[in-house]
């Protein structure tokens, strides 16, 4: 598989040849969608709390005779038909939401993201991506330079001055090699590889 390759002012260069295996398969849009699901899933936590009949606060006393009011019958205004009663299936902090995906099928999704994304011209190589100082302003003119308003950086080292410079620009992401996720893959319209990163996630997923 062929990948575009730029310079820095986003004007294709050549081309890199690329794993078959990572960056030229076929698109199963079914997996794809069951490994972002799960990946978004297996990111909650539990902390949605509701009270159950017991824990709400109320009185004991029966609200009104047992007949001749023409109303149903009640016993406790703790009651789920009621308003401020308990819940019936109250949500617990306890709830757990993870979904196992097999490494096999996680990479395999990875890949088809990444097929896809290559097919559609989404996805370019560059060689190096670095700036001199944590200053938001270098990497705001150095993305622009290359053409892109929204991208997600795939860097094969992230130091500090990059990973400064980089996270007050709300519709830029720069993550290594290793934390590329899923969501982040198909969120963002372009995405920005080094030829380190396209490396070592070939070595990490192929």
């Known amino acids: 598989m062929e990948l575009k390759l730029i310079n820095a002012q986003g004007q294709s260069s050549s081309t890199m040849s690329a794993s078959d295996a990572l960056f030229g398969r076929e698109f199963n849009e079914a997996l794809v969608h069951q490994v972002v699901v799960a990946y978004q899933a297996n990111a909650r936590s539990g902390n949605r709390k509701q009270k159950d009949r017991e824990e709400v606060h109320h009185s004991t006393k029966k609200p009104f005779r047992q007949k001749g009011t023409g109303r149903a019958r009640a016993g406790m205004t703790s009651s789920p038909l009621w308003r401020g009663g308990g819940r019936i299936f109250p949500n617990s902090p306890e709830e757990n ?3 196992k995906i097999n490494r096999k099928m996680y990479r395999a999704g990875v890949a088809a993201i990444l097929s896809q994304l290559a097919r ?3 996805l370019v190589v560059v060689e190096n991506f670095a700036v001199d100082a944590p200053k938001t302003k270098l990497v705001a003119q150095k993305l ?3 053409g892109f308003d929204s991208v997600l950086v795939v860097t094969d080292s992230l130091d500090d001055n990059l990973a400064l410079a980089s996270r007050n620009l709300p ?10 996720d899923p969501v982040s893959l198909v969120r963002f319209p372009k995405v920005l590889f080094t030829k380190g990163a396209v490396a070592k996630i070939e070595e990490m997923l192929a």
């Open 97 to 99: 939401f993870t979904q």
């Open 171 to 180: 519709n830029v992401l720069v993550l290594e090699a290793q934390q590329a």
């Open 120 to 122: 559609e011209e989404r």
């Open 144 to 146: 622009k330079a290359m």
